[in-house]
C-alpha cells in the first residue's frame, strides 16, 4: 500500500515555462517532506525539504507548497530549464519512531527547448 | 567537498554467490542509510546507523542481507546465496542528526544477478 503517491508518470514542460509536479500522501503522521532529482546512472540529489508546521519553502527557482489538510505537496519549478529533465521523487519521514524516508515513484520531467 | 561514495558502481554475480558493497558517508555525518531501488520504483528503506549501532532494519532485510558499520565511519552491505529478486540498485545515503536533516545519496551499486 503506496502511502506516497505521484500519480503523473511523466510531465513535458516549455522550457521558460513553470513545471508543477505533485504529490499526495495517506499518513498524517508524516511531518518532514522532501523533494529529490534524478538523472540516469546517478543516485537521488537533495532538492528542497519541507517541515509539517510550514506550508511553502522557496529556494531559487525551486518551491515547495504544503497543503496539510488535503495531504498534497508541490513541487514548483520557475522557470524551467532543459537541464531540470530529470526524474523527481517526493519522500516524507515520520514525526518521530523512524528515519526512513518513504518515498514515491517518481516523475519523469522532460523540458523541451 | 567529498559526498557519498559506493562501490562498486557496478556488480554482476552469479546467483548464489556472496556480494558485499561498500558505503563511504559525508565524513561530518553519523547517520548512513541503506535503500534499495527497482525500475519504475523510488527507493526502499533497508536500515539505518547511528554511528556503529543499527538502530532500525526494514522487513525487507531478510536474514541473507546483514549491514555493518563497525567504527561508525564506512559501512558494508552483504547479501548472501543471491537470487534473481536481488537484482537492483543499491543507494547508500548519509545525514547529520538534530532537527531536519536531508539525507544526500551515493550514486550507488548496480547489483545484477546472472
Known amino acids: 500500500d503506496q502511502q506516497v503517491k505521484q500519480n503523473s508518470p511523466s510531465l513535458s514542460v516549455q522550457e521558460g515555462r513553470i513545471s508543477i509536479l505533485n504529490c499526495d500522501y495517506t499518513n498524517s503522521m508524516f511531518d518532514y517532506f522532501l523533494w529529490y532529482k534524478k538523472y540516469p546512472a546517478e543516485g537521488p540529489t537533495f532538492l528542497i525539504s519541507?517541515?509539517?508546521?510550514?506550508d511553502k519553502n522557496e529556494d531559487g527557482r525551486f518551491t515547495v507548497f504544503l497543503n496539510k489538510s488535503a495531504k498534497h505537496l508541490s513541487l514548483h519549478i520557475v522557470p524551467s530549464q532543459p537541464g531540470d529533465s530529470a526524474v523527481y521523487f517526493c519522500?516524507?519521514?515520520?514525526?518521530?519512531?523512524?528515519?526512513?524516508?518513504?518515498f514515491g515513484k517518481g516523475t519523469k520531467l522532460t523540458v523541451n527547448p | 567537498d567529498t559526498g557519498v561514495s559506493q562501490n562498486p558502481r557496478h556488480k554482476i554475480t552469479k546467483r548464489g554467490q556472496n556480494v558485499t558493497f561498500r558505503c563511504d558517508p559525508i565524513?561530518?555525518?553519523?547517520?548512513l542509510y541503506w535503500y534499495r531501488q527497482t525500475l519504475g520504483q523510488g527507493p526502499e528503506f533497508l536500515t539505518y546507523?547511528?554511528?556503529?549501532?543499527?538502530?532500525?532494519k526494514s522487513r525487507l532485510l531478510s536474514d541473507r542481507f546483514s549491514a555493518e558499520r563497525p567504527k561508525g565511519s564506512f559501512s558494508t552491505l552483504e547479501i548472501q546465496r543471491t537470487e534473481q529478486g536481488d537484482s537492483a540498485m543499491y543507494l547508500c545515503a548519509s545525514s547529520g542528526t538534530g532537527g531536519h536533516q536531508p539525507q544526500h545519496f551515493g550514486d550507488g551499486t548496480r547489483l545484477s544477478i546472472l
Open positions: 519522500a516524507a519521514r515520520w514525526l518521530s519512531g523512524s528515519e526512513k524516508l518513504v
Open positions: 546507523f547511528q554511528n556503529e549501532a543499527q538502530l532500525e
Open positions: 519541507i517541515s509539517s508546521i510550514k
Open positions: 565524513s561530518e555525518h553519523n547517520r
